[in-house]
């Protein structure tokens, strides 16, 4: 048996995560609002790149981005975030807490995507990094990160955020008329204390090299 005060979590945790501010040192997240946030998220999205492997995009106009953001918006199980460049209030990407399953003290971070000019600059990996420790410190035992089995670029930034891959579940879904075999990765509460601050010097490094290309 679990102990009393793990199990006494589960009832504290809604069935939709809670928004909340979550500021890192150069990145901030706040619950997504569509009105706000589209026009700004609409200018990063133009890449068709940006969206291989989501379930959406590319998107023609802004209705069409808001539509499919107002689903994140709108889940039952899940929350999105803005994600913003603090020093210059830009807009970087958005990224959701989802597939949250308060009863078993597991929540996934997903459907994350930024704009081209964030990618590579340490802002997903600080983003990661806020989401996590805020997660742990809710009480979640397990946070989740699952991706195309084929998306190399999201299994490697899984790995060097600390997470640990386990397995691939075949013919998982049926993303835009394809197959999707799904990578499976997780980090644990009890693996946070030591992979916690080995992510965050992975992000500080990353932001280092932004800042000297800048």
Request: aromatic share 10%; with cysteine; net charge neutral.
């Amino acid at each position: 048996m679990l102990p009393p005060d793990v199990l006494a979590r589960r009832a504290a945790l809604p069935h939709k995560p809670a928004g909340a501010v979550l500021v890192g040192p150069t990145v901030e997240l706040r619950p997504l609002e569509l009105a706000a946030d589209v026009p700004g998220l609409f200018a990063i999205a133009g890449e068709p790149r940006i969206w291989t492997w989501m379930s959406g995009g590319p998107f023609a106009d802004e209705a069409d981005l808001r539509a499919w953001l107002a689903s994140q918006v709108l889940a039952a199980d899940g929350t999105p975030f803005a994600v913003r460049d603090r020093a210059t209030g830009a807009l970087a990407g958005v990224a959701n807490f989802l597939a949250n399953q308060p009863a078993h003290l597991k929540i996934e971070l997903g459907s994350i995507w930024y704009g081209t000019a964030a990618q590579g600059t340490g802002i997903s990996a600080e983003a990661t990094h806020v989401m996590l420790g805020h997660a742990f410190a809710l009480g979640y035992r397990r946070v989740e990160w699952k991706c195309d089995a084929n998306n190399a670029p999201s299994q490697k930034a899984a790995l060097a955020y600390g997470f640990t891959f386990e397995g691939i579940q075949q013919a998982h879904y049926i993303i835009k008329d394809a197959n999707r075999d799904t990578a499976w990765f997780r980090m644990l509460d009890d693996e946070w204390a030591d992979r916690g601050p080995k992510l965050a010097a992975y992000a500080a490094a990353r932001r280092a090299t932004r800042v000297r290309t800048m």
